[in-house]
């Protein structure tokens, strides 16, 4: 039962990781994740949430500055 699952590797990448992002839940309005995939994107949910945040987030500090 002592045995790990992961490597201490493993464990020191994902604290890495953790420690260069930020992770959000957020939750959409029912209908969203079917929205999103309509549009064939070729790129995940996840990938287009965090693109148009990002790309309206540069947009907005360039108009506030």
């Known amino acids: 039962m002592g ?8 464990r020191k990448a994902v604290r890495e990781y953790e420690k260069n992002n930020y992770r959000l839940n957020i939750v959409f309005p029912k209908g969203t994740k079917e929205r999103i995939e309509a549009l ?3 790129k995940t949910n996840s990938a287009f949430i ?3 945040v990002l790309s ?9 500055k």
């Open 40 to 42: 064939k994107l070729s």
């Open 50 to 52: 965090r693109d148009t």
């Open 56 to 64: 309206k987030l540069d947009e907005l500090e360039k108009i506030l």
């Open 3 to 10: 045995d790990l699952r992961t490597s201490e590797a493993q």
